[in-house]
């Protein structure tokens, strides 16, 4: 029976957790998750973070980090997302003037010592999408595709689904292309694409039993729901989204 660890990115809760970190991490787990990806430490030390984390019993899979600091600090940012356990870090996004085609290879080559020093950690490197990443460079192909072709042995994807939808693309044949290289991907439903507005996973668009299967095929480690609409996503589309990946069970 094939069955994936289901992780919440933080940013979904982000009001919740600024007020009480300890009793937000307390439902998440509640709630079934096994993990948690991070979008900063909400005020808190990483070691008192570290402490609750494994208190309530909720794994430190990853963290979304500027990548400026991972260029410019290299080493005392990874010293502490080491010490919470992740096992990933992922670039979470980029300002307007690098999203060019030039802008984004430069970039990649920026982060080529940071991928070796992470390497060396056992931490994954990867870059999260959202749409406009699929825009057309100058060379034809997309900024995705030009950036993660720069350094394909360390850097991998986290593809965000819902923004892959929301692009106009196939987030199917997405995970096929970068099999081996996609560890976690972000499990965003839609329900409309024209505007984008996102809903819990299984209520909109993705055809998510199709993509837990090629997930798995492509390596897949762990699936993460994430809304990001900017009204406060409930802690009902939290459970709701946890539920309905977990009992898409499958051989």
């Given at each position: 029976?094939?069955?994936f660890k289901?992780g919440?990115?933080l940013?979904?809760?982000?009001?919740?957790a600024?007020?009480?970190?300890l009793?937000t991490?307390?439902?998440?787990?509640?709630?079934?998750?096994?993990?948690v990806?991070l979008?900063?430490?909400?005020?808190?030390?990483?070691?008192?973070?570290?402490e609750?984390?494994?208190?309530v019993?909720?794994?430190?899979?990853?963290a979304?980090?500027?990548?400026?600091d991972?260029?410019?600090?290299?080493?005392?940012?990874?010293?502490?997302?080491?010490s919470?356990g992740?096992?990933?870090v992922?670039?979470?996004?980029?300002?307007?003037e690098?999203?060019?085609s030039?802008g984004?290879k430069k970039?990649?080559?920026?982060?080529?010592?940071?991928a070796d020093a992470c390497?060396k950690r056992?931490?994954g490197?990867?870059?999260?999408n959202?749409?406009f990443?699929?825009?057309?460079g100058?060379d034809?192909i997309?900024?995705?595709?030009?950036?993660?072709?720069?350094n394909?042995?360390n850097?991998?994807?986290?593809?965000?689904?819902?923004w892959v939808?929301?692009?106009?693309?196939?987030?199917?044949?997405?995970?096929?292309?970068?099999?081996?290289?996609?560890?976690?991907?972000?499990?965003?439903d839609?329900?409309?694409k024209?505007?984008?507005?996102?809903?819990?996973?299984g209520?909109?668009?993705l055809?998510?039993?199709?993509?837990?299967?090629?997930?798995?095929?492509?390596?897949?480690?762990?699936?993460?729901?994430?809304?990001?609409?900017?009204?406060l996503?409930t802690?009902?589309?939290v459970?709701?989204?946890v539920?309905?990946?977990?009992?898409?069970?499958f051989e």
């Amino acid at each position: 029976m094939i069955k994936f660890k289901v992780g919440l990115q933080l940013y979904s809760i982000r009001q919740m957790a600024e007020k009480d970190l300890l009793e937000t991490l307390k439902r998440v787990k509640a709630l079934g998750y096994d993990g948690v990806e991070l979008a900063g430490l909400y005020g808190h030390e990483a070691k008192q973070v570290k402490e609750w984390m494994d208190r309530v019993g909720l794994e430190c899979i990853s963290a979304h980090v500027p990548w400026r600091d991972l260029v410019e600090n290299t080493n005392e940012t990874l010293d502490m997302y080491q010490s919470l356990g992740c096992s990933y870090v992922a670039v979470p996004s980029v300002e307007e003037e690098l999203r060019t085609s030039k802008g984004m290879k430069k970039l990649a080559e920026y982060l080529v010592p940071v991928a070796d020093a992470c390497k060396k950690r056992g931490i994954g490197l990867l870059y999260h999408n959202h749409d406009f990443e699929y825009e057309k460079g100058e060379d034809q192909i997309s900024l995705l595709d030009g950036f993660l072709e720069q350094n394909p042995e360390n850097l991998g994807a986290e593809l965000d689904l819902g923004w892959v939808l929301a692009a106009g693309e196939n987030p199917q044949e997405e995970i096929k292309k970068y099999h081996g290289r996609v560890p976690l991907l972000h499990m965003k439903d839609v329900k409309e694409k024209n505007p984008v507005y996102f809903c819990p996973v299984g209520r909109g668009l993705l055809p998510v039993r199709a993509l837990m299967r090629e997930a798995y095929g492509a390596g897949t480690k762990w699936l993460i729901v994430e809304q990001d609409n900017e009204d406060l996503t409930t802690w009902n589309d939290v459970e709701y989204s946890v539920v309905f990946l977990k009992g898409q069970r499958f051989e």
